[in-house]
T-cell receptor, first 110, second 113 residues
Framework: NAGVTQTPKFRVLKTGQSMTLLCAQD?????MYWYRQDPGMGLRLIHY???????AKGEVPDGYNVSRLKKQNFLLGLESAAPSQTSVYFC?????????FGPGTRLLVL | GDSVTQMEGPVTLSEEAFLTINCTYT??????LFWYVQYPGEGLQLLLK?????DKGSNKGFEATYRKETTSFHLEKGSVQVSDSAVYFC????????????FGGGTRLMVKP
């Protein structure tokens, strides 16, 4: 039982490049979330999903897209990376109020 | 919109000292309140939660009471250990938006032996 896993753990991108972050869960949770963590700002919600095939915008959605084609996976895409997207990205899952977090993906955009 | 404010760190304490990390919130509804902890290099873990006014959440010696009258959820521990060194986040959940969490900025706690 792996819980919530994130791929990759670390990535360096050049400005304008694209990439996809993968979040996978084996807990059969309906809700999934993508957050970014920046120093002194806590975690801010990017996008979330309340079930397979659904997505919704969070607090800071610009520059990101998401997809939830399978219940167990939630993908976060950056079409054209910018230095402002340098951050640590966390995925989380939930069946109700308590959220369970993955270990994070550290992204550096040069 | 909803917001969470917590004391800025770092908070540096000696082992066995008493800990308080202040957290206040603003919300239009009746949110649930949480404390999450993040150890170095790891994701966030739920430490404790409270779902309604006057509820007390507790875990691993940490406690926090949901105070609606003061819109606060302060984290306390009577005797901290070096292993408690981490970043602590206060958060509230909004049932109207997929149970999304709104986080405070985090407070780094450093406990010295």
């Amino acid at each position: 039982n792996a819980g919530v896993t994130q791929t990759p753990k670390f990535r360096v991108l050049k400005t304008g490049q694209s990439m996809t972050l993968l979040c996978a869960q084996d807990m059969n949770h309906e809700y999934m979330y993508w957050y970014r963590q920046d120093p002194g700002m806590g975690l801010r919600l990017i996008h979330y999903s309340v079930g397979e095939g659904t997505t919704a915008k969070g607090e800071v959605p610009d520059g990101y897209n998401v997809s939830r084609l399978k219940k167990q996976n939630f993908l976060l895409g950056l079409e054209s990376a910018a230095p402002s997207q340098t951050s640590v990205y966390f995925c989380a899952t939930s069946t109700g109020e308590t959220q369970y977090f993955g270990p994070g993906t550290r992204l550096l955009v040069l | 919109g909803d917001s969470v404010t917590q004391m800025e760190g770092p908070v540096t304490l000696s082992e066995e000292a008493f800990l308080t990390i202040n957290c206040t919130y603003t919300a239009t509804g009746y949110p649930s309140l949480f404390w999450y902890v993040q150890y170095p290099g790891e994701g966030l873990q739920l430490l404790l939660k409270a779902t309604k006014a006057d509820d007390k959440g507790s875990n691993k010696g940490f406690e926090a009471t949901y105070r609606k009258e003061t819109t606060s959820f302060h984290l306390e521990k009577g005797s901290v250990q070096v292993s408690d060194s981490a970043v602590y986040f206060c958060a509230l959940s909004d049932l109207r938006a997929g149970n999304m969490l709104t986080f405070g900025g985090g407070t780094r706690l450093m406990v010295k032996p």
